[in-house]
T-cell receptor, first 114, second 113 residues
């Protein structure tokens, strides 16, 4: 009974391809997030959705497009992949957006662009 | 700039010794403070958080942290570490006016027998 799950766990692809990463949470939370962890392990938020509405959209290239079909899912689609997109992408969820809530993280998707 | 600074990038420590990981923050508004741990090839897990009230916060796995407003610090401590505490530790904050979780650069803790 994984709380936040991501698929795939590993993704190796060529430059220029389009790929998607899926995230699902079974915690009943109403807020979900995408984070990027670079090769130096620096973590930065990319997007956040609350009740399927986009509430945080950091300075991220337009090639990245999040989609939330319902509160339990937040997918990340990446167009025209570049070498610099290689990173670990983490999905997370929380109940609410006041800042006090704990965010629960998925296991990560390791993306390698060749 | 408003940010989180982890003062040590790597901390080697012997098993059963104490460890302290230092974290300072800079913010013009009030903040909530967090420590997360990332075990090798895994996601992040919350160790503890400070929202308000008592400045000494106890978390999971024997960790504790102390919020010091005057020094804008939130250092993490454990009196006796185990091999299994080998991991990456991240200090983070959320500012009260934007609700985005911002992380420090991380501290790698390596526990040796």
């Amino acid at each position: 009974d994984t709380a936040v799950s991501q698929t795939p766990k590993y993704l190796v692809t060529q430059m220029g391809n389009d790929k998607s990463i899926k995230c699902e949470q079974n915690l009943g939370h109403d807020t979900m997030y995408w984070y990027k962890q670079d090769s130096k392990k620096f973590l930065k938020i990319m997007f956040s959705y609350n009740n399927k509405e986009l509430i945080i959209n950091e300075t991220v290239p337009n090639r990245f497009s999040p989609k939330s079909p319902d509160k339990a899912h937040l997918n990340l689609h990446i167009n025209s992949l570049e070498l610099g997109d290689s990173a670990v992408y983490f999905c997370a969820s929380s109940q609410g957006v006041t800042g006090e809530e704990t965010q629960y993280f998925g296991p990560g998707t390791r993306l390698l662009v060749l | 700039a408003q940010s989180v600074t982890q003062l040590d990038s790597q901390v080697p420590v012997f098993e059963e010794a104490p460890v302290e990981l230092r974290c300072n923050y800079s913010s013009s508004v009030s903040v909530y403070l967090f420590w997360y741990v990332q075990y090798p090839n895994q996601g992040l897990q919350l160790l503890l958080k400070y929202l308000s009230g008592s400045t000494l916060v106890k978390g999971i796995n024997g960790f504790e942290a102390e919020f010091n407003k005057s020094q804008t610090s939130f250092h993490l401590r454990k009196p006796s570490v185990h091999i299994s505490d080998t991991a990456e530790y991240f200090c983070a904050f959320i500012r009260s006016n934007d609700y985005k979780l911002s992380f420090g650069a991380g501290t790698t803790v390596t526990v040796r027998a």
